[in-house]
């Protein structure tokens, strides 16, 4: 990491850069303004009316180019380029295999969900387009913690028809939106990586023995691009199957010994959902580039299956696509009870596993 820069170096690595040039209207400076200390900005470009001593950050847009006394900011370490290609909507994204960009495709999604614990929900599946995930993005920046109820556009996006579909699948027809257990987070630039974890809450009894239920389901809405600099969440496939001993689940999980290809991270597109099974490990990547926002939302269970006098024509777990086939060996037969128990199939099978997988055998 480079060292932070003093003020008049910035200035100069500006008025020297021509990219930053050609952005120079919508550069601005943040400073103090003395005698009360008022918080104020000024164009890039009027600089010379404020002393240097008191500014505080050069900021592109919402993005800080450079602030006072910080380490490895966008300037230091040349990454501007790099800036002005997320912010445009320039990115190029390699998805996760379990995404669901068609209605057709659900059947495998959700088979490929209860292997692997995730399942990413494109844009292009419900009714929004890009200027919709633009402003969500813009008031998200006024929300903190759980004002998330705060923007009216949440529920346009759990109530479109796909998006109540797919959670209708996993978790019957009357499920509900907790309230109390969703918030939006903020990564900001600079963030390390977070450690591997489960999220709790406090009527939640996690057991040290599989049972095939699925009660609770996480739903991660990105309104901006969310690419490998900006710090997009990562999970390790499968771990909702698995425990680190039979009788303790810590709230920090270490994956310092085990085969790295399990972690998958969930960049994508503007308008992304992405739904996770509550008992995945999961964290926060490093973020080098811009601060990325977050819209976590908790779904849950109201009613077991059998409560349901009429099941839809859902075909057998055996006859549906496996959409990735990289994954433990074991967790095909968790994933096939979960969906016997969830559609009120008979699993012919019949295995009856109980015991959850030691992560330490991967």
């Not at 900021?59 to 790099?82: A, T, V």
């Not at 813009?138 to 959670?167: S, W």
Request: with cysteine.
């Amino acid at each position: 990491m480079q060292k932070a820069l003093k003020v008049n170096e910035a200035i100069t690595k500006i008025l020297e850069d021509e990219l930053l040039q050609n952005h120079i209207d919508e550069i601005y400076i943040i400073y103090t303004c003395a005698p009360d200390k008022n918080v104020r900005k000024i164009l890039f470009k009027q600089r010379h009316s404020v002393p240097q001593r008191l500014y505080i950050s050069i900021n592109y847009n919402r993005h800080i180019l450079w602030k006072k006394g910080e380490q490895g900011d966008i300037l230091s370490e040349n990454l501007f380029p790099k800036l002005l290609q997320y912010t445009s909507g320039g990115n190029h994204f390699i998805l996760p295999k379990n995404k669901l960009s068609t209605m057709s495709d659900i059947d495998s999604c959700i088979k490929q969900f209860l292997i692997d614990g995730y399942m990413m929900i494109l844009p292009s599946v419900y009714s929004t387009n890009d200027s919709f995930h633009s402003e969500v993005y813009n008031v998200g920046q006024e929300l903190v913690g759980h004002r998330i109820l705060d923007t009216p556009f949440l529920n346009q996006i759990i109530r479109d028809p796909a998006v109540v579909t797919v959670l209708s699948r996993l978790l019957g027809q009357d499920y509900f939106f907790d309230s109390t257990d969703s918030r939006m987070h903020l990564s900001q630039r600079g963030r390390k990586d977070q450690h591997w974890h489960r999220d709790d809450f406090r009527e939640y009894k996690r057991l040290n023995y599989f049972q095939a239920q699925l009660t609770n389901v996480m739903a991660m809405y990105y309104p901006q691009d969310t690419i490998k600099e900006s710090g997009p969440t990562q999970i390790r496939r499968g771990s909702h199957l698995c425990c680190n001993s039979i009788s303790y689940v810590p709230d920090r999980l270490v994956f310092e010994e085990q085969r790295k290809y399990y972690e998958q991270s969930m960049v994508c597109p503007a308008g992304s959902i992405v739904l996770m099974h509550y008992d995945l490990v999961h964290r926060r990547a490093a973020n080098t580039l811009a601060d990325r926002f977050m819209f976590k939302m908790m779904f849950r269970r109201t009613k077991d299956p059998h409560e349901y006098s009429e099941t839809a024509e859902i075909p057998n777990f055996n006859d549906v696509k496996t959409l990735d086939d990289d994954h433990h060996a074991d967790c095909v037969s968790y994933a096939k009870e979960l969906w016997c128990w969830m559609y009120n199939q008979k699993n012919e099978s019949n295995n009856n596993v109980r015991d959850l997988i030691d992560y330490t055998t991967w």
